[in-house]
């Protein structure tokens, strides 16, 4: 049971009074018989005065109650270091963060208010740090972003406004040559409405002005219509695919357009990182859960530890495929979001075999 701070400090002072009576007590009994021994006259004056003039008594009376009075102080005041110092330490702590030194720990003592305290001053002093780390991380993410963006939306640019430039000032050979050129122009165009579309669409999500309409779909056959836009990746990468489903018609619940985002994603990433292992497999199942499993598997270039952890951060990318691929960095951030708005979740394992990307999602009869 915790013993309360005013509790102790009446403690406190009841001990405090207590022993001041009785060293007060023990010096006034103990001066009369040194008294009485060393001279008995003088005892007998002390006596008579005592018993005879009221100002003699008032003057002893007051004069043992100062004693008292200060005994006692002493008793309180030594009795009170433990909680005034605990106080003065709380103090200089909390001065020490209000100047911006958040290391700050106060040690635990005993289990009252005044622990309690420092406690969540502690606490507090941690969350704060965090807080300042992740707004720091979240401003050099956006800065990234910026990076990121400026070069993603810059290149294409550049190269539809170069390409424009020849096909207005007729600088082509022939109509096969004009032919390259708007086809060139075409696919930077996409590039950049890609880009675009990604901001745009994380934007939405971050600020929840996204509505699900769900609706019970077929998880196979919607991953297969996904996968039709990107044969020509697949052939330009050399790459296959295959789905593997556990059953025929596994249905999840889910908005068939954010979920289409989420495969699209999850396969543009895989195609990009992992061409080198020449292969795609996607595997669908149900978990005794009652949920859908989807695997997206790759056998590209393993991922790192350090950045498994931080992969579906907003506008992160790997150092290794940074130097590999341009991208918003924004892919991967929103198949998370998308994922969990379905009350879903994701994760990444990788080894220098595989990477497997690991959805689970709720099957519609749970849903339902």
């Not at 018989?33 to 008995?40: A, E, G, R, T, V």
């Not at 008594?57 to 006692?72: A, E, G, P, R």
């Not at 940074?322 to 994922?339: D, F, S, Y």
């Amino acid at each position: 049971m915790k013993l309360k701070i005013k509790f102790k400090i009446l403690f406190n002072f009841f001990i405090s009074a207590v022993l001041s009576l009785i060293i007060s007590l023990f010096l006034y009994f103990g001066a009369i018989f040194l008294l009485h021994k060393c001279s008995n006259k003088l005892y007998m004056k002390f006596i008579n005065e005592y018993n005879t003039n009221v100002y003699a008594m008032l003057l002893f009376t007051l004069s043992m109650l100062l004693i008292f009075i200060i005994i006692m102080c002493m008793i309180f005041f030594k009795r009170m270091d433990s909680i005034t110092d605990y106080i003065e330490e709380i103090t200089e702590k909390v001065n020490e963060a209000a100047q911006g030194d958040l290391d700050i720990q106060i040690s635990k003592r005993g289990n009252n208010e005044l622990s309690n305290l420092s406690e969540n001053i502690n606490n507090m002093a941690d969350s704060i740090k965090k807080l300042i780390a992740r707004e720091r991380l979240w401003e050099k993410q956006k800065n990234n972003m910026i990076t990121n963006l400026s070069h993603d939306l810059r290149t294409p640019l550049t190269s539809i406004l170069g390409f424009l430039e020849i096909i207005a000032s007729k600088k082509y050979t022939d109509e096969k040559e004009l032919d390259h050129y708007i086809k060139i122009v075409l696919s930077k165009s996409k590039e950049l409405e890609e880009s675009v579309n990604q901001l745009f669409e994380f934007t939405k999500i971050s600020n929840g002005d996204i509505k699900l309409n769900l609706a019970e779909l077929d998880a196979g056959e919607l991953i297969s219509q996904s996968l039709i836009g990107f044969m020509p990746d697949f052939e330009k990468e050399n790459m296959t695919y295959e789905i593997h489903a556990a059953k025929e018609h596994i249905k999840i619940y889910a908005d068939p357009l954010f979920m289409v985002r989420v495969f699209n994603n999850l396969t543009s990433n895989c195609i990009k990182y992992g061409s080198s292992g020449r292969k795609l497999d996607i595997y669908i199942s149900e978990t005794t859960e009652g949920k859908v499993q989807i695997i997206f598997r790759n056998y590209g270039d393993m991922i790192d530890a350090k950045d498994i952890g931080t992969l579906f951060n907003r506008l992160y990318r790997a150092e290794k495929t940074c130097e590999k691929r341009e991208g918003t960095g924004l892919g991967l951030a929103i198949v998370k979001a998308v994922v969990e708005l379905h009350n879903g979740s994701i994760e990444v394992t990788s080894s220098k075999k595989k990477t497997d990307f690991i959805i689970e999602i709720a099957n519609c009869k749970v849903m339902l």
